[in-house]
């Protein structure tokens, strides 16, 4: 048993109270998942820079020359915002990659939490009222973002087995249920490429999603594809810089529900999760239905 929520601004005007929002709605969650808790916010981006989110237990010691070290190595401009045991790196886009490289290779005490152009995900053990106050998440700003707080009940509760998953490029996905053929699916994925960093099978779900999308498949048909190729209870909710997306396996028997207005889309394991949302008496509120794909872009 864990807890979702997801919010997808139409209306700019509520950019600036996205992380409140989103705060609040998974604060509403946490008897559904004590162990840990996350979020993703897709913010504004910066033309030709990228952003990668990364986290360490040790974070005055990792983080104290990391971006001397990179600079120098890559030989661009590299700027860091730090958050607790989170971090953003600023820099050129066309040097993400090597930069991650880079810390992965060197440096294995700091973890990859996501990288991309408007995407930041901040996870650890933990409360979500604790997670987000660690990180500031209320004063965060954005056109929308998901969140999670889980109850483990496979793998190991860590940072690394907290959600949200990016496995590509401003992409993330939380979960809440099991898959019977990730293990399966997660020896086909590595083989083609995937990044796969924990035992957790909503990670596997996470790069299959991300390896549909690279073979041009769309949020939408990635998600279509998921209730072929997924075995198992699940229900996803997914973001991408443009989107976001949600989908229930055929039997959901995972509670989900959803509210719609003209200034947002929002989505609660439970509907106490959307009660304090703007207007929300006069939302159209609805089950979402088994096996069915929902999605909004901007």
Sequence with gaps: MCGIVGLFLKDKQLQPDLGGMLTAMLITMTNRGPDSAGIAIYGPGC??????????????????????????????????????????????????????????????????????????????????????????????????????????????VTTMGAHPFSTGDDQCLVHNGSLSNHNRLRSNLLRNGAKIETDNDSEVAAAYLTLQMQQGSTLGEALHSSLTDLDGFFTFVVGTKYGFGVVRDPIACKPAVMAETDQYVAFGSEYRALVNLPHIDNARVWEPEPATVYFWTH
């Excluded at 030989?75 to 993400?96: E, Q």
Aim: glycine letters at 6%.
């Design 47 to 156: 033309e030709k820079k990228s952003k990668l989110t990364i986290q360490s237990d040790d974070p005055i010691n990792d983080f104290k020359n990391l971006v001397d070290d990179l600079e120098k190595t890559l030989g661009c401009n590299v700027s860091i915002t730090k958050k607790d045991t989170h971090a953003v790196l600023y820099l050129p886009t066309s040097s993400i990659g090597a930069a991650r490289d880079q810390i992965v290779t060197r440096k294995k005490s700091i973890r990859v939490m996501s990288c991309g152009n408007s995407i930041e995900i901040y996870k650890e053990v933990g409360l979500p009222c604790e997670v987000a106050r660690r990180f500031q998440i209320e004063t965060m700003s954005g056109s929308h973002g998901i969140g999670h707080t889980r109850m483990a009940t496979e793998s190991e």
